[in-house]
């Protein structure tokens, strides 16, 4: 049976996952306007997006290391300006046309 404060760590972290997926989903919607951005989870390894783009035919994929997601330093705040900082969503893109399947952040 867990401990009560492993309990609590537990939601923590899944609480602060939830947040960074939240940013990093956002920032995905602004930069892939108009494109269906789908999500699959491997808890404990990585999560994925795969951003499509109907009218181009192109897909757009990038996997997070779950220890990204779930490392208490990375606030969302960090996890928006590291997203920012690494332009992801160009590196995302740079992955398309090299015909690499992932992008790993």
Same mark, same amino acid.
């Given at each position: 049976?867990?401990? !009560?404060?492993?309990?609590?760590e537990?939601?923590? $972290?899944?609480?602060?996952?939830k947040?960074n =997926?939240? *940013?990093?989903r956002g920032?995905l919607?602004?930069?892939?306007?108009?494109c269906?951005?789908?999500?699959?989870?491997?808890?404990s !390894?990585y999560?994925?997006f795969?951003v499509?783009? $109907?009218?181009?035919?192109?897909?757009?994929k =990038?996997? *997070?290391?779950?220890?990204r997601?779930?490392?208490?330093?990375?606030t969302?705040e960090?996890?928006?300006?590291?997203?920012?900082?690494?332009?992801?969503?160009?590196?995302?893109?740079?992955?398309?046309?090299?015909n690499?399947?992932w992008?790993d952040?």
């Amino acid at each position: 049976m867990l401990h !009560t404060d492993s309990i609590l760590e537990i939601m923590t $972290e899944q609480q602060l996952i939830k947040k960074n =997926l939240a *940013v990093i989903r956002g920032y995905l919607k602004i930069g892939f306007p108009g494109c269906v951005i789908t999500e699959e989870s491997d808890p404990s !390894t990585y999560h994925t997006f795969i951003v499509t783009n $109907e009218k181009l035919r192109k897909r757009y994929k =990038l996997k *997070v290391s779950w220890l990204r997601l779930s490392d208490r330093s990375n606030t969302q705040e960090k996890t928006r300006a590291e997203l920012d900082r690494r332009d992801v969503a160009g590196c995302m893109i740079q992955a398309g046309k090299r015909n690499e399947d992932w992008f790993d952040w």
